[in-house]
């Protein structure tokens, strides 16, 4: 069966334009997951969806972050006004449920000039 | 709050020889524990989970972690390394009954020489 997939791999923005990646998780998947890792640091995370509803969007830094499921499978993360602290890779990651073990996809490499 | 510390950036160790990767953890209430791997270009993949139950977790790979509550850690081992056992490895905590965000720590590098 198919893992994670994420698209773009790789985005380069100039500063200040907007940017949406894209999130397919394993089918049947409840949770989901987004994270942000910067270069030598572990995944820190943004946002948390079970199914549809985001119930929990602590982890996003700005109001410039939006993340987004409507139909409880595929999800976007938006950025808007791209900066140059927003240059990370982002990860998304599925799991059945609350508990169990995340899968992740390959991630983003977002680069921000 | 909840923490993850990986105490060392790199760990070397020979083909053959045994390796530890080192994690110890702080969370309010009971903790589930878990281990990642990360190889190069790629997501991270699960090795390893403690949930509840005995303390020595085995998982992919030949890799086996054993929870150890009063010293509040989670070593990731295996007996005999592999050369393509290098990568890096990212230990993860979250709190039990409540909140289901992990923590994850920072990573260790994993490089097994020839």
């Known amino acids: 069966g198919a893992g994670v997939s994420q698209s773009p791999r790789y985005k380069v923005a100039k500063r200040g334009q907007d940017v949406a990646l894209r999130c397919d998780p394993i089918s049947g998947h409840v949770s989901l997951f987004w994270y942000q890792q910067a270069l030598g640091q572990g995944p820190e995370f943004l946002t948390y969806f079970q199914n549809e509803a985001q119930l929990d969007k602590s982890g996003l830094p700005s109001d410039r972050f939006f993340a987004e499921r409507p139909e409880g499978s595929v999800s976007t993360l938006k950025i808007q006004r791209t900066q140059q602290e927003d240059s990370a890779v982002y990860l998304c990651?599925?799991?059945?449920?609350?508990?169990?073990?995340?899968?992740f996809g390959p991630g983003t490499r977002l680069t921000v000039t | 709050a909840q923490s993850v510390a990986q105490p060392e950036d790199q760990v070397n160790v020979a083909e053959g020889n045994p390796l530890t990767v080192k994690c110890t953890y702080s969370?309010?209430?009971?903790?589930?524990l878990f281990w990642y791997v990360q190889y190069p270009n790629r997501g991270l993949q699960f090795l390893l989970k403690y949930i509840t139950g005995d303390n020595l977790v085995k998982g992919s790979y030949g890799f086996e972690a054993e929870f150890n509550k009063s010293q509040t850690s989670f070593h990731l081992k295996k007996p005999s390394a592999l050369v393509s056992d290098s990568a890096l490895y990212f230990c993860a905590v979250r709190r039990s009954g409540g909140s289901y965000i992990p923590t994850f720590g920072r990573g260790t590098s994993l490089i097994v020489h020839p």
């Open positions: 990651a599925s799991s059945l449920g609350r508990v169990d073990e995340q899968y």
């Open positions: 969370v309010s209430g009971n903790p589930y």
